[in-house]
Each structure stands twice: as C-alpha cells, then as structure tokens.
C-alpha cells in the first residue's frame, strides 16, 4: 500500500472515501473504465466494518461464496483492486472539500491534500461506534472479558460465553460460537430475534439441542468480577427474577452508534444519518459527487454488500461520462475485455 507524507498532494481521476468493501469495489469498477483511483480511510487498516468488528464473523450472502469471512473477503476485494494500482491513505479523515465537479479539492485532518475529478463516498455506517450496555463498572472489563467486536473467534474455544442482542451479528457469532463454547447463552430483551429468518430457525434448532441456552426475554442487569475478568452476568428476567450466569466473557451485539462527522456539513442533501442518491446513477445532490453502500438511502434500499457493489458500478459508469462527456462509452464485460498487464 501506499501511505501519504505530511502536507502531500495527491491526484486521481476518482478519490474514494472509504475503504470498506464496496469502496474497494469501487476501484476495480473504476479501474475497469480507465479511471484512476485513490482511498482515503480513517482507520488505520483497510476493510471498514469487516476488519475492525468482525473479521472473522461468517458472510453468507456474497455470490459464488456460501459462505467466506468478512477478513477474506476483504483480502480478496483488496487482490481484486490491485491491478489497477489504487493508494491507500490511511488513518486520517476528509474534514473539508472545495471546488466542483472535475476540480474538486480534499483536505484530511492530518493536513493532507488531495484533487479528483469525482469524489465517492462509501463511508458505511459514518464514523462508528458500538452501543455499550449502561452496565455499572463495565469499563473495568473491556478488553479482557467484554468485547464489542471478535478478532480472533479461537480464543473462546472451551469458555463460557454470554452473548447479548438480537440482530444479526448476536444470532450469527451465536451460531459460530456454539460448536466451540463450554457454554452458551444469548440474552435478548424479546422471544423474537431480529436476524435473518434462515439463522433464526439454525439458532432454535441449536437451543432445542441444548447447545445454546436462550434467556428471553431478560435483560442484562449487572456485573460480577474482579481484575477485569468476569465471573458472572446478571439479567432481569421479564417477570422481575433475577438470574446469575456464570461467565468469562461478554460479548454485547447492540449495534453501532454511527454519524456522518464532517460529511454533514458538505451541502449534501441527508435523510438523518444518510446521504439521499439517485439511484440510477449513485450521484448525490451535489454534481460530481457520489455516494454508495450503507451511507446511501433512496426509496426501497436495501443495506446489503451486494447492493453497495452494484452501486459502485454504477457510480462508475456515471462517473466516467461526467469525465468524458464527449466519448462514447462501448460497455464490455469483463470476460472479454479482462485485466490490465501486470
């Protein structure tokens, strides 16, 4: 990867904000159309939410794939993106833009420059955060038995384990972490989870097995331990009981807390924490920029991955006629047209 100097300028056809998959998308969709492209993230490793919550949380819905990693799809988007030879610039955020459309200026908060044509947006969620339960004393036990995000599923193998929530990611690493866990136990405020109907049916079939224990509906209440290691949670059942389980870690799925940060102060026109797109061609309010993925609403979105692909494409095709608005674009696929020459 390349990584910017202090107080450097830097040049592309297309400047990508984001390095989640569908940023990563982006380049090889732009890439295809002779566009070049640089990615600024504020993170200080590629892949988003993919890399920093879940890398190793399974992804089911990536075609061809029954199933592959967040972390390995984002080795592969990133091999995907290589031939066109994107750069990285990464741990710092876009804080300003000036300019127009085919002359636009990014300022970063680390003092850095950089000038495209179009800018993309494929920020997912925004600047992001997980939703910490109000549990007394839970900062005492983050890091060593509260975790927010799994890095590395293999250090539960044998453990017992309190997952909270009832979205997707609680069901799925549920699910993940069932054949390996001494003991399991989701903790959801209500009987009816909110995941995908296919691993709710997985998740019943499991507790009927007796290899994941449900508390529903309950809420966690307390915590119990010394040294920052867990001993037990406490939960409130639904009719007042309270309940003891014992465990050496927590791992809270509540969602992120997410907003725009500087990007809501660029004119763009927002539906609360998203950026509203023509659908058609994934331009914002704003000619010249262009927005795609999570950070994107429109009527009948859906917030999925492979949305966010078919968006780039799209973006790139609109994009390469705001370069060249004179030039004919002849479309071929890519089985005829292939990769540039290493």
Known sequence: MT????????SADVTIIGAGPVG????????????????VDSLSEIGGQCTALYPEK??????????????????????????????????????????KANDWRLFSDKGEHFSSKAIIIA??????GPNRPPLEGIEEFEGTSVFYMIRNKS???????????GGDSAVDWALALADMAEKLTLVHRRAKFRAAPESVSQLHALAESGKIDLCVPAQLSGLDGKDGVLSAVRVRMEDGEERSLPVRYLLPFYGLAASLGPIADWGLELDRHTIRTDPASSLTSTDGIYAIGDIVSYDKKLKLILTGFAEA???????????????????????????PAA
């Open 3 to 10: 990584t910017a100097s202090p107080e450097s300028a830097h």
């Open 24 to 39: 990563l998308f982006a380049v090889f969709e732009c890439g295809m159309l002779g566009l070049t492209c640089q990615i």
């Open 58 to 99: 399974p992804i089911y819905d990536i075609p061809a794939w029954p199933e592959i990693s967040a972390g390995d799809l984002i080795n592969k988007l990133q091999a995907q993106a290589a031939p066109f030879k994107p750069s990285y610039h990464l741990d710092q955020k876009i804080v300003s833009i000036s300019g």
């Open 123 to 128: 920020a997912g969620a925004g600047a992001f």
């Open 155 to 165: 250090m539960f193998e044998g453990q017992e384990i309190v997952i909270a929530g």
């Open 313 to 339: 494409a799209q973006a790139a095709h609109a994009i390469y006629h705001q370069i060249h608005p004179d030039q004919e674009l002849h479309m071929e696929y890519s089985t005829t047209k292939g990769l």
